[in-house]
């Protein structure tokens, strides 16, 4: 039985990779934030069952925190950013989405190889996630980077976050306590002056393009 | 100072009582055979005495708006020019005032001489007087190194640079030709022409406000000025050819172990003169005077030649 | 009267006035309160550095904080520097609000956010456990961000989000390679409480592994480089330097670059240990010359005086890395003193351009001419701080700039002819445009109230004295510092 | 109490008078009439301690200020001593003067003027103490400093503004290389007192590079050639006694440093090292000159003579440390004193002249020469002082400018001993150049007395001029009485100078010059060379004496006084003299390739004919613009990273973050 549960930490690895993956290729907003949810309650299982193993009662409560967080709060107020500013319309990446797949498989094969020697010596349960986890971190910081609407930037900040958490929890079966609830603490107060911001870039520039954005620059 | 014998002091007012008695008479020599070359009457020889004589007679007119620098000026250019014939040597080398100044210093002397002469002709404020400042100043900064280069190849030579000791070492030295000199010579004929506003530089005689320089300078001066002017002018001529001279034709002049052969010097300095007077007037009449601003080139050939001069002094004699 | 006292004013205070300032900060009576409690923060850091410095190195609260003479200087700076932006803010923002530009409510947001932002340093600079260490910055940047935009134009908002996400995604990387740190450790001490914490860590650290360590490096570099601006990850920091209030560009400038670049020495410190290849010091060598070098090739086209100075902030902090990468005891004393005359100097500077701003009426430098006919003691400040910033040597910053040259002539013979042509450029651009400023007949209006410049002349006199004579106890507590660093 | 301490003290006097004047800031009359004379006085005291520390051993001292590892060392051996003599003779007449001359604050407060001038002067005196190199650049670039606050006393006028921008801009990148040169001469042993740096071996790589960073430094603040730009646009923006103080005294800090590194530090090195100050001194001597003959505003011909003068100096160090280089210490003391007394002349004549500009300033508020004339009328004393100044500036023999140049020429004329034969070819060439400079600057002297005080007055409120006043006239007379002096008396000069040339280069001419008495100076012997000021200046008086007897004897003692005879043109008006450019254009068109010349010349069918001369430095347009252009072309590319674009810069992070992974795992 235990060493079913250990597997099935891989398999929340593997999916969490899928979703970053699928999230890159997204076109409308309000997918995103539904793979956004799937990414936050695959985090929980995963939470759950290294609770489980290595009888922390902490990570309980941690991954008690990240549900209320990643799956209910956060979700709720993308939600409701998308209903008052109805930004119904597809995502309009910089460039196509084919290269941007492309480029996620070489990030992925890249996170691998560097993990590799990591994945040896670390005596955690799941020694291997921690790849897939550096992999979901870049491929969101590249999302980021090829969006050009504010919503899909802050998502990707976001799974950026889930990434993090995952290697957290997955390789080094959890960080102490006081640093996990700094973390959803510092992430729940980011994402709520995102939503002011955006508020505020909506009112100024009537659309929450980031091209905008660029009157600050060098001649 | 190697001691101030009693011949040395007689031998010095001697030399300085000659420059101030023969410096006119030069002139006037000077003066006669251009006249004679120019197929004119010549003048008599003593006609710069007379107009000495007549000029210090004569009521100096000052201008209002002069200062008194310009009357202290004449007087100044006299004392230069005593003390520049003091110190050449002409008839003997044991002169106490020698040590005093050597070849530079002389060069010196001459500058400081200019550059009274100049802010006096600037003190009245005419255009003239402003104009001939900056011809003479023009021709003065050109002249200057050129005539210190010409001292300096003698200067190489002989290892000294005060006068009475280079005409000593030449005199003892058995005679040898040397090239260094020939360019040194020409380059010191051509200054002492420019400095002295002989014909190819400026002429002497004409008051043509286009040519004048030295002219115009003392355009301003009368009576006493003038005349003091005139003698400083006549006694310039007098140290140049003496300094030609001695560096290119000492034989013949008293050292300090042979005081009496002064007497032989002063006919051989008169002869020697004589021919220096005709050379000159023969120059004059042979050559046209040149434009403004063919000066400089023609004196920057002189500073040329001499500077040549010291190389073939390094290249050969060294 | 336990031990841990002052170290339990330190924080306290701030965030007590952070929550006092919330509900009492667009009273009038506002900027007063906000200069109270700077004031008793400076005295309560105080305090704490003197029983640091006289005593022993101090862990309080059950080894969740450690105090020694490395971050307790830098505590007593960063409470001055606080206590001096309080009292310089105090005329700035009464002017701000009557000319419209701050409405009550921001007023309010400014005071809280000003206090809790200077807790959150002090948090950042006394923990003991990295975790938090990286909570503490990552709640640094989120109490100015909103002060960044507070001036709600389109510029000040770009300026925010820029800042907010690219310190985000900085941040970010710092959590990896913290939690990188703490995978090493956990195979060395065991999990738990005690594998973050920065004593337990140094102690063990010849014993952690060495390629975990370098990949942990590599991320906290980049992360925590984020937040000190160097040059390739600095985009964010001239916009949002230069679109905020001028107090917050000068704390932002004064300290929190400092703070940042405090935690990097911390990870170097266990870097370096379990590294042999020295690869920290090369690295923060490279970023600190490429810091130094583009940044002054940046000064030269600049329009904006805060943004040129934000721009100057970034070469010094290129400078502070370089030394630090060199290592040795000279060059980490060096880069020391180098970070306490910056914070002061440039300060000071912010101080003056404040006010200069005001009367202008614009930051285009331009339309600033003649400060020092309009208002002398104005026009001087910014005069002596522009000249001292750029290493003019009666000032500190050239005593430092020098102990840096002459070991880096020692260590990297070809880098110091680099940065000094550098430093020429950057004199070359930034003089022109201040003396174009100083100098000069004036149109400039008169100000509301009368600016408060003596925390200028306060800075500027630290300053001089620094650079002719670092009185001997200071000396000492720079040298212990910098023995800590070691390597 | 020794020597050292004392000079402390006098520095430590005149920072408490600059502080005392803050306190007073805004009273003129009692900054002007206390604490000036007060400055002076400690001047004087500066130059009377360093002339008796000059015949005594060094003396060491510390300061407890500095770095915590290396506090201010402090030595006062011949060499600094000879330049504080320098500093306090300058500051002692320039403050005399000053107290004439500041009556109006010349535009910042008069307290902080105050302060700036004696911290100026307290830089300078540091300077020559300070003995390890943090000292050493702290003093430095705090006389740097100082000098910018006087430059810009006016700041109102854009020019000055420039200026100042300008020449602190060349002085901090001098500071640089001088900084640099420190670096390269502690061969990593990481000491940097000036003992340590004088006992390291360099191998002749590094003790070259060290030699041409100095020679970079220095010469930025001496105004060598490439490096002389600021020099004529910040000295005549200065008020005059600063600029005064700036041409005389702070130009030979970059001597004594230029000193100190080469003969001091490196040990006087490889030959060739001469032959680079020979050159460098020689092209800024021609281009010194040339450029004052041709100038129109008396200040900036000043500062342009300056730079001839200081030319002339290099030459003479140059020539000294080829001869030290063949082991001739003899002929390379010769040098050296020469270089040395020209220093010292220099300083005396140059605040003279330009204090007379100061006085000329004062009264008739103009500067440009088309607008003066016919001063001597109304400002008798300072004509005849400035006219001392101008004989000794020209180099005329019985002033003190005369000396340095025949020493000079005299040692030119022994470089045949040589045993490479390319330089016995340069050296004559080089000796003709100086003499051609020599000549040139007596062109350029009477230019500048005959313009501004001869003739007819250009203006008429030249007329109403008022003379210079009490403390004025003291100042210009302690410089043109010291002119005098130093010409009439060389040997107890050279006396003080070979204390110096003994520590430099091992010899000096101190007893060849004793063996003839105190009256003829023959420093190598009577049969070669000998010169004696007294009876040349003995033998004019005597002249001019005989002449005014002959003609009092002859006249008919009646003197009348008539316009002008001007050819019989009646009538000639002030504007008919020769002008400024009118002086200088045959100079304009000899030495036509210097310049870098706009003219537009009024066309024959010109409505309104207009007359303009521009002469620019070809080394500004050739050099300067060109650098400015680049860095502007570099920060133009560079500008390019900050596009604006957040995704740009997010990419800037990704990709740093993948290069450093990747080095981290190779």
């Known amino acids: 039985m235990r060493a079913l549960l250990g597997q099935s930490i891989n398999l929340y690895a593997a999916f969490l990779l899928i979703v970053s993956f699928a999230m890159i290729s997204q076109r409308r907003i309000l997918s995103l934030v539904h793979l956004y949810t799937t990414q936050g309650v695959t985090l929980v299982l995963a939470t759950v069952t290294v609770a489980y193993l290595t009888n922390q009662p902490h990570l309980f409560a941690s991954a008690a ?107 080094t079966n959890g960080m102490p306590m006081i640093v996990e609830l700094g973390i959803a603490l510092d992430v729940l107060v980011g994402v709520l002056i995102l939503g002011v911001f955006m508020f505020q870039i909506r009112e100024q520039f009537d659309s929450l393009d980031i091209r905008h954005l660029e009157r600050l620059r060098e001649e | 100072m190697n001691g101030i014998s009693g011949t040395g002091i007689l031998a010095q007012l001697l030399e300085v009582v000659l420059a101030l008695a023969a410096a006119p008479l030069l002139l006037g020599w000077v003066d006669q055979w251009r006249a004679r070359l120019q197929n004119r009457a010549a003048p008599p020889l003593t006609q710069p005495y007379r107009v000495l004589r007549k000029l210090f007679h004569k009521e100096s007119v000052v201008a209002d708006s002069a200062s008194p620098l310009f009357r202290l000026a004449p007087y100044v250019m006299f004392g230069c020019m005593t003390l520049a014939c003091a110190i050449v040597p002409t008839i003997s080398t044991d002169l106490p005032l020698a040590t005093a100044a050597d070849a530079i210093a002389l060069v010196g002397l001459f500058a400081l001489a200019r550059t009274f002469l100049a802010l006096a002709a600037m003190d009245i404020g005419t255009a003239f007087g402003t104009m001939g400042a900056r011809r003479e100043m023009l021709i003065g900064f050109l002249a200057e190194p050129a005539l210190l280069m010409s001292l300096f190849c003698t200067s190489l030579i002989t290892h000294s640079t005060s006068l009475a000791n280079m005409v000593e070492t030449v005199v003892h030295r058995p005679y040898v030709l040397e090239p260094s000199l020939a360019f040194a010579g020409i380059a010191f004929t051509i200054v002492s022409l420019a400095e002295n506003a002989r014909v190819p530089v400026d002429n002497p005689a ?81 050559s046209a005077k040149m434009r403004i601003f063919r000066v400089p080139e023609f004196l920057a050939t002189a500073f040329l030649l001499a500077v040549i001069g010291l190389l073939v002094h390094q290249l050969l004699e060294a | 009267m336990p031990a841990t006292l002052p170290l339990f004013l330190t924080l306290l205070v701030p965030i007590g006035g952070g929550l006092a300032l919330a509900l009492y900060g667009h009273r009038d009576r506002g900027p007063e309160i906000n200069v109270a409690f700077s004031a008793a923060t400076f005295a309560a850091a105080l305090w704490l550095t003197a029983d640091v410095i006289l005593g022993t190195p101090m862990l309080g609260f059950g080894e969740r904080f450690f105090i020694d003479p490395l971050n307790a200087f830098l505590v007593a700076l960063t409470a001055l520097v606080g206590f001096t932006t309080s009292v310089f ?87 990896f390679g913290t939690m990188l740190l703490y995978l090493a450790a956990d195979r060395v001490i065991g999990g738990g409480e005690g594998a973050l914490l920065w004593t337990h860590l140094a102690a063990v650290k010849t014993e952690l592994e060495p390629n975990i360590l370098a990949l942990a490096f590599v991320f906290l570099l980049l992360g925590y480089g984020t937040k000190v601006g160097l040059v390739p990850v600095h985009n964010w920091l001239p916009d949002a330097h230069a679109e ?216 500027l006199g630290l300053t001089l004295m620094l650079g002719l004579f670092v009185p001997p106890f200071l000396g000492q507590w720079y040298r212990q510092a910098a023995a800590l660093i070691g390597g | 109490m020794i020597h050292i301490d004392w000079i402390l003290i006098i520095v430590a006097g005149w920072l408490t008078l600059g502080i005392w004047a803050l306190f007073v800031l805004k009273h003129m009359q009692f900054i002007a009439r206390r604490l000036f004379p007060l400055g002076a006085l400690l001047g004087l005291a500066l130059a009377g301690v ?85 000292a050493f650049m702290v003093m430095w670039e705090t006389m740097a400093l100082a000098s910018f606050f006087l430059v810009t006393a006016n700041h109102r006028v854009a020019a000055v503004r420039k200026a100042a921008y300008l020449y602190l801009l060349v002085a901090h990148v001098g500071a640089i290389a001088i900084l640099l040169c420190f670096g390269v001469l502690q061969a990593n042993t990481g000491d940097y007192t000036f003992a340590n740096l004088r006992a390291q071996q360099l191998g002749p790589l590094w003790s070259s590079i060290a030699f041409g960073f100095a020679v970079f430094g220095f010469g930025a603040k001496a105004g060598l050639v490439p490096l002389h730009v600021w020099l004529p646009e910040a000295h005549p923006a200065a008020p005059s006694p600063v600029s005064a103080l700036m041409s005389a005294v702070m130009l030979k800090t970059a001597i004594y440093g230029l000193l100190r590194v080469a003969f001091d530090l490196l040990h006087g090195g ?115 002082l400035v006219l001392v100044g101008v004989l000794a500036g020209s180099g005329l023999p019985p002033m003190a400018g005369f000396v340095s140049e025949w020493l000079l020429l005299q040692s030119f004329l022994f470089t045949t001993v040589l045993p490479n034969s390319f330089l016995d070819m340069l050296i004559p060439l080089v000796a003709a150049a100086v003499a051609l400079v020599v000549a040139l600057a007596g062109y350029a002297m009477v230019k500048f007395f005959g313009v501004v005080f001869l003739g007819q007055p250009r203006e008429e409120k030249l007329l109403r001029a008022h003379d210079a006043t009490g403390f004025e006239r003291i100042g210009l007379a302690w410089f043109a009485v010291g002119s005098l002096a130093l010409g009439l008396f060389p040997v107890p000069v050279i006396d003080l100078v070979d204390r110096v040339t003994q520590r430099l280069v091992g010899s000096g001419l101190a007893q060849t010059v004793h063996a003839n008495g105190w009256l003829l100076l023959a420093p190598t012997g009577v049969e070669r060379a000998s010169y004696s000021p007294v009876a ?131």
């Open chain 3, 89 to 175: 803010s105090r005329p700035y923002m009464r002017i701000e609000r009557e000319r419209g530009k701050m409405t009550a409510p921001r007023m309010r947001l400014f005071h809280s956010m000003y206090q809790l932002f200077i807790a959150m340093m002090l948090m950042a600079l006394t923990t003991n456990n990295l975790g938090v260490l990286w909570v503490a910055m990552e709640a640094a940047t989120l109490t100015t961000v909103l002060l960044v935009s507070v001036y709600r134009t389109p510029a000040s908002l770009e300026a925010a989000w820029k800042y907010f996400i690219l310190c985000g995604v900085g941040i970010a990387q710092a959590l």
């Open chain 1, 65 to 171: 925190i990240t549900f209320v967080l990643k799956v209910v709060l956060i979700p709720i107020l993308l939600h409701r950013v998308i209903d008052r500013l109805d930004v119904r319309w597809d995502v309009e990446p910089l460039i196509n989405i084919p290269t941007t797949m492309l480029i996620g498989i070489v990030l992925v094969v890249f996170a691998f190889n560097l993990a590799l020697p990591i994945a040896q010596l670390s005596s955690s349960i799941a020694r291997s996630t921690l790849g897939i986890a550096l992999a979901c971190v870049l491929l969101s910081f590249m999302m980021m980077i090829v969006r050009a609407k504010a919503i899909p930037q802050v998502i990707g900040f976001l799974a950026m976050e889930n990434g993090l958490f995952f290697a957290a929890t997955s390789a």
């Open chain 4, 50 to 134: 360093a002339l008796d520390a000059t015949f005594s051993t060094p003396e060491v001292a510390e300061l407890v200020i500095g770095l915590p590892g290396l506090p201010f060392h402090l030595r006062l051996d011949p060499l600094s001593a000879f330049f504080l003599v320098v500093i306090g003779a300058g500051a002692f007449g320039t403050s005399m003067f000053s107290a004439g001359y500041f009556r109006t604050g010349e535009g910042t407060p008069p307290g902080l003027l105050c302060l700036e001038y004696h911290v100026f002067l307290a830089a300078m005196a540091m300077v020559a103490l300070a003995d390890d190199g943090y």
């Open chain 4, 270 to 384: 490889q030959w060739w090292w001469g032959e680079v100050l020979l050159g460098l001194g020689l092209a800024s001597a021609l281009l010194g000159v040339v450029f004052s003959t041709v100038q129109t505003e008396m200040k900036r011909l000043l500062a342009y003579s300056s730079i001839e003068n200081i030319g002339l100096i290099v030459t003479g160090l140059g020539l000294a440390l080829i001869f030290r280089a063949y082991g001739m210490s003899t002929l390379a003391a010769l040098a050296l004193s020469a270089a040395l007394v020209h220093v010292l002349a220099h300083a005396f004549f140059k605040s003279l002249l330009f204090l007379g500009t100061g006085a000329v300033l004062h009264a008739t508020g103009e500067r440009n020469l088309g607008k003066l004339g016919g001063l001597i009328r109304s400002m008798p004393w300072v004509a005849w």
């Open chain 4, 536 to 666: 040349f200046l003995g033998g004019v008086a005597a002249g001019t004496f005989l002449g005014l007897l002959i003609a009092r004897r002859l006249y008919r003692g009646t003197l009348r006084r008539a316009p002008p005879w001007a050819c019989g043109y009646a009538g000639g008006t002030a504007r008919m003299q020769d002008t400024a450019e009118g002086f200088g254009q045959p100079i304009r068109q000899i030495f036509e390739p210097f310049f870098r010349l706009e003219r537009d010349l009024p066309s024959p069918f010109d409505a309104r004919p207009h007359y303009r001369v521009l002469i620019e430095d070809r080394i500004w347009h050739g050099v300067y613009l060109p650098i400015g252009r680049l860095v502007d072309l570099a920060a133009r590319g560079v500008g390019l990273l900050q596009q604006g674009r957040i995704s740009i810069y997010l990419l800037y992070s990704f990709v740093t973050l993948i290069v450093m992974l990747m080095l981290v795992r190779l």
């Open chain 3, 244 to 459: 905020g209030p001028t107090p917050i560009s000068a704390v932002l400038s004064g300290l929190l670059l400092n703070v940042a670049l405090y935690a990097i020495l911390r990870c170097k410190v266990l870097a370096d240990g379990a590294m042999t290849n020295g690869l920290p010091g090369h690295a923060m060598v490279a970023f600190g010359i490429v810091s130094v070098v583009v940044a002054a090739f940046f000064l030269r086209r600049q329009r904006d005086v805060k943004r040129m100075f934000a721009y100057s902030s970034i070469e010094h902090m290129g400078l502070m890395t370089f030394a630090f990468g060199l290592g040795g005891p000279i060059a980490n004393f060096a880069g020391l003193l180098h970070m306490t005359v910056h914070s002061l100097t440039k300060s000071a500077i912010f101080f003056a351009v404040g006010h200069a701003t005001q009367r202008a009426g614009s930051q285009i430098m331009d339309d600033i001419r003649g400060l020092l006919q309009a208002s002398p003691t104005l026009g001087w400040g910014l005069a002596i701080g522009s000249l001292a910033i750029l290493g003019m040597p009666p000032f500190g910053v050239f005593a430092s700039e020098f102990l840096i040259l002459t070991s880096a002539m020692r260590q990297l013979p070809w880098a110091t002819p680099v940065l000094l042509l550098a430093l020429a450029v950057a004199f070359a651009s930034v003089f022109g445009r201040v003396q174009a400023m100083v100098f000069g007949d004036t149109n400039l209006p008169a100000l509301g109230h009368r600016p408060a410049l003596l925390p200028v002349f306060v800075h």
């Open chain 2, 206 to 286: 004409t008051h043509l406000e286009l040519t004048m320089i030295h002219e115009a300078l003392i355009l301003e001066y009368s009576g006493r000025h003038l005349a003091m002017m005139e003698w400083a002018a006549s006694l310039k001529l007098f140290a140049y050819s003496c300094i030609g001279l001695a560096l290119f034709f000492p034989w013949g002049i008293a050292e300090i172990d042979s005081p009496l052969v002064m007497l032989v010097a002063v006919p051989m300095l008169v002869f020697k003169l004589a021919i220096g007077g005709v050379s000159l007037a023969l120059i004059e009449t042979a």
